[in-house]
């Protein structure tokens, strides 16, 4: 597609449920990122993927957040038992390779309201 | 670890004025990156312009400028003929070069600009 495009836009939640996001990046980039944005924060790094695989997962707050891209392309970012101090953006961002050269395309992200 | 401080949470400028927001961060890297990004409304976060830290000479994007000063570790932005589509949120970025090929960005906790008519 022609930008990074994150599904759903916006997510209410019970707490304790479980949620999935989604990113799809610009066709063609390998690396893609997950950022979190807490209300009156900036986005803070979750988790890298160059390709299939986590190159680094150092951001994720615990064992509740995990993250797949299967096919190197569109990548999920799945909370467990969700918890109210889980409300957020969670942004996606893509780039050609990991990189400030190539520039990151970010996404609108999703707004995840845990009630 | 790095860190990124934005001193001014919320700034106002008039319409075709200059405005300049401020940036400070903390690294013991001597090569990295320094971008400043705006998030409108929208939630997307745009590129507005990005600095080598090994360039002396300051970027310029139209409108959109910045003063760095590497030893102060400094990096503010200036906008001028300030125009209403410039209203947002915006927010200063480092990264760094070393710790492995993340390339991940450290922002800072943003400042929101208002454009008066």
């Known amino acids: 597609g022609a930008g990074v495009s994150q599904t759903p836009s916006n997510k209410v939640t019970e707490k304790g449920k479980y949620v999935e996001l989604r990113c799809d990046p610009i066709?063609?980039?390998?690396?893609l990122y997950w950022y979190r944005q807490s209300l009156g924060q900036g986005p803070e790094f979750l988790i890298y993927f160059q390709g299939t695989g986590a190159a680094d997962d150092s951001g994720l707050p615990n064992d509740r957040f995990f993250a797949v891209r299967p096919e190197g392309s569109v990548s999920t970012l799945k909370i467990q038992r969700t918890e109210r101090g889980d409300s957020a953006v969670y942004l996606c961002?893509?780039?050609?390779?990991?990189?400030?050269?190539?520039?990151?395309?970010f996404g609108s992200g999703t707004r995840l309201t845990v009630v | 670890a790095q860190t990124v401080t934005q001193s001014q949470p919320e700034m106002s400028v008039q319409e075709a004025e200059t405005v300049t927001l401020s940036c400070t961060y903390d690294t013991s890297e001597s090569d990295y990156y320094l971008f400043w990004y705006k998030q409108p409304p929208s939630r997307q976060m745009i590129l507005v312009i990005r600095?080598?830290?090994?360039?002396?000479q300051n970027a310029t994007e139209n409108r959109f400028s910045v003063n760095f000063q590497k030893a102060a570790k400094s990096f503010s932005l200036k906008i001028s003929d300030s125009q209403l589509g410039d209203a947002a949120m915006y927010f200063c970025a480092y990264q760094g070069t070393y710790g492995g090929a993340t390339n991940k960005l450290i922002f800072g906790t943003g400042t929101l600009l208002a454009v008066q008519p």
């Open positions: 961002a893509s780039s050609f390779s990991a990189g400030w050269y190539y520039g990151y395309t």
């Open positions: 600095q080598e830290a090994y360039k002396q």
């Open positions: 066709s063609g980039h390998t690396a």
